[in-house]
């Protein structure tokens, strides 16, 4: 245990004060003073989450932390989801998927290609995920940032117009349609099993959402998971999904994160998408995620 440590456990009791700081772009506020390995109050995880809602990223830089304390920490903010790709779990630890580039004996340890596109993590399930905590293991030299985009801002500067046609539509959220075009480009992607497509099959989720906490309108569609619009001719639903998605990654509405040792990033998946192109295997990459449930959107 380090002298660092040992200080901090040994005043029982002792309540951490900490500083949000808002990082002056779109999205984004950096948690200063906080170790996530000590006990927390409610009403510090409420101060946190608030954050998380006003900000959509938080980044807590150098957290020294287990993937025990991960996964607790993660918990203090709802049920956590397991991810389908069950190979790529943390070993013990179901609730940690793990993202990487690094081949051990001629096999990915981690999903490489989890970010390839933009999108709202766990978006195919009936209840998608609130948010996901991204804890650095493994970071190169160069290159592996993680962007964020702001899908409630976004929102708000669509044409009244474009606002007019998808008030009342919905889309697809499909795991399987990501799947397949993902695995065309990823030579290490398997087939799916049976029981793994039977576990993540299409929903339909509202393309205009309202935020649960916020309040706030969000454009719920991404590059990524949603393979349609509802009750509109195919070719139509490809160009307006394209428009969208130019429309959410325009640069003024992204954060970009540069990952330093031991950061650790939330983000609300409610109100946010993003995307982290692959890095080339020799710039070893490896962070531990986890994934918050969140509601039925609406
Ligand atoms: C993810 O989409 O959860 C992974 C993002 C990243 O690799 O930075």
């Known amino acids: 245990m380090s002298v660092d440590t040992l200080e901090r456990t040994r005043a029982p009791g002792s309540r951490q004060s900490f500083e949000i700081r808002p990082l002056g772009g779109p999205l984004g506020a950096e948690v200063t003073g906080l170790n996530l ?58 609730e940690i998927l793990i993202v990487s580039n690094v081949v051990e004996d001629g096999k990915p340890i981690g999903l490489v290609d989890a970010g390839a596109d933009w999108h709202s993590d766990l978006s195919y399930m009936p209840k998608p995920s609130l948010g996901a905590l991204l804890h650095s293991q493994e970071l190169p030299a160069e290159r592996g940032d993680t962007l964020y985009a702001n899908t409630a801002d976004a929102y708000d500067r669509l044409p009244a117009e474009t606002r007019k046609l998808l008030a009342g539509k919905t889309a697809v ?51 990524g998971f949603t393979s349609h619009i509802v009750g509109i001719p195919r070719d139509e639903s490809d160009d307006l999904l394209k428009q969208l998605h130019a429309h959410i990654t325009r640069p003024e509405n992204v954060y970009t994160h540069k990952w330093q040792p031991h950061d650790m990033v939330f983000w609300d998946n409610r109100s946010t998408q993003h995307y982290a192109a692959i890095t080339p295997q020799h710039l070893r990459r490896t962070l531990y995620r986890t994934t918050v449930e969140g509601d039925v959107p609406r």
């Not at 993902?182 to 799916?192: C, F, G, Q, V």
Request: proline share 9%; hydrophobic share 35%; net charge positive.
């Open 173 to 223: 959220h499909s795991y399987v349609y990501r799947y397949e075009r993902l695995r065309k480009l990823s030579p290490w992607r398997p087939e799916l099993t049976q029981k793994q497509i039977d576990e993540v099959p299409p929903v339909q989720h509202p393309v205009i959402t309202t935020h649960p906490e916020s309040g706030r309108k969000i454009l719920f569609v991404s590059e």
């Open 37 to 94: 390995d000590l006990p927390l109050a409610d009403d510090q995880v409420a101060s946190l989450r608030a954050a998380l809602v006003a900000h959509g990223v938080v980044v807590f830089r150098d957290q020294r932390i287990t993937p025990t304390q991960q996964v607790a920490f993660s918990r203090r903010f709802g049920p956590l989801q397991v991810h389908v790709l069950n190979r790529f779990h943390l070993q013990g630890y179901p």
